[in-house]
C-alpha cells in the first residue's frame, strides 16, 4: 500500500525504516521527519504525516511487544498518543474527510 503518494513510498519501506531505527536505539524518539530524513526523502505536502505518525505507533507498539522489556510503560506512553490525538483531533487525516480518499 502507497503511503505517501509524493516520494512513492510503499507501508513495507516505511515500516522497515522504522524497525532499522529502532534496531539502533529502541527508545529514541521517531518522528517523521527523522524517518523520512533516514529514507533520503523529504515531506513534500506533508499530507501523509498523520498516517506516518499511525504506522510509527503502530510498529513501535508491535516492536516492543515482541521484545517484551517494561511493556507497562510503553503501553502507558502509547496510550497517552491515543488520548492527545482524541483530544486534538485526528478526525480529518489529510485534512479531507475520509469519504475522499483515494486509496
Given at each position: 500500500m502507497l503511503v505517501c503518494q509524493?516520494?512513492?513510498i510503499t507501508q513495507k519501506e516505511l515500516e522497515a525504516q522504522?524497525?532499522?531505527m529502532?534496531?539502533?536505539d529502541p527508545w529514541q524518539l521517531i518522528v517523521p521527519a527523522k524517518v523520512y530524513h533516514a529514507m533520503a526523502q523529504r515531506g513534500?505536502?506533508?499530507g501523509c504525516f498523520p498516517n506516518v505518525v499511525e504506522t510509527i505507533i503502530r510498529v513501535t507498539e508491535d516492536y516492543h511487544s515482541h521484545a517484551q522489556e517494561g511493556e507497562a510503560s510503553v503501553v502507558t506512553h502509547l496510550d497517552r498518543v491515543r488520548a492527545l490525538r482524541e483530544k486534538f483531533?485526528?478526525?480529518f487525516n489529510e485534512r479531507r474527510p475520509k469519504g475522499h480518499r483515494a486509496a
Open positions: 509524493c516520494n512513492l522504522i524497525r532499522a529502532l534496531d539502533e513534500r505536502c506533508c483531533g485526528s478526525k
